[in-house]
């Protein structure tokens, strides 16, 4: 089950194997389940292309977050 859905912000978690433009991601397309680690495909606007990254990875961008509270 998603924890996101279509239309959220998001940030990537910090990764030093991963190189991810900073700031804010939207998703864009939930991924069907595969596996324990749901997957989404989401764009940045700093970004000409999109990613997919897992749940794991993600969480609810500061902004979304104080809009929500």
């Known amino acids: ?4 859905q279509v239309g959220q912000s998001v940030d990537l978690i910090p990764s030093i194997v991963r190189r991810a433009a900073k700031g804010t991601y939207e998703i864009i397309r939930l991924i069907p389940d595969s596996d324990d680690d749901p997957q ?14 897992p749940e794991s990875q993600l969480e609810l961008s500061a902004k979304q977050a104080s809009l929500l509270s």
């Open 1 to 4: 089950m998603h924890k996101f």
């Open 40 to 53: 989404y495909r989401v764009k940045s606007a700093a970004e000409p292309h999109e990613r997919v990254v």
